[in-house]
């Protein structure tokens, strides 16, 4: 079974970068389609990224796109999430996860993380 782990998170200043990583320390991400999401306190998970089903495009929530990237290094057995311009809304727990589109096109997850916590914040 997957086992995914997430780091990277941090206190950041708004307009700042981060980079999340994720890697599985039982197999290869090779064989799975990792999405990203977050969760803030007191409110519902938020789709950040999910690997598209129909044609294995990456999916972005409108709320990130153009600033974050989701990426892979196959050698580091690892995928990115790499956030610029980071607004204080940005603050949540960040999950990466197993990931797929329903037929309405939204993302999904199935396996996560325990997650990694970032802060924007002056």
């Known amino acids: 079974q997957v086992q995914l782990v997430e780091s990277g998170g941090g206190l950041v200043q708004p307009g700042r970068s981060l980079r999340l990583s994720c890697v599985d320390s039982?197999?290869?991400?090779?064989?799975?389609?990792i999405g990203w999401f977050r969760q803030a306190p007191g409110k519902e998970r938020e789709a950040i990224s999910c690997?598209?089903?129909?044609?294995?495009?990456?999916i972005y929530a409108d709320s990130v796109k153009g600033r974050f990237t989701v990426s892979r290094d196959k050698a580091k057995n690892t995928v990115y999430l790499q956030m610029n311009y980071l607004k204080p809304e940005d603050t949540a727990v960040y999950y990466c996860?197993?990931?797929?589109?329903?037929?309405?096109?939204?993302?999904?997850?199935?396996?996560w993380g325990q997650g990694t916590q970032v802060t924007v914040s002056s």
């Open positions: 996860a197993t990931s797929y589109s329903d037929s309405d096109g939204r993302c999904a997850y199935d396996d």
């Open positions: 690997i598209s089903t129909t044609d294995s495009s990456t």
């Open positions: 039982g197999f290869t991400l090779d064989f799975y389609a």
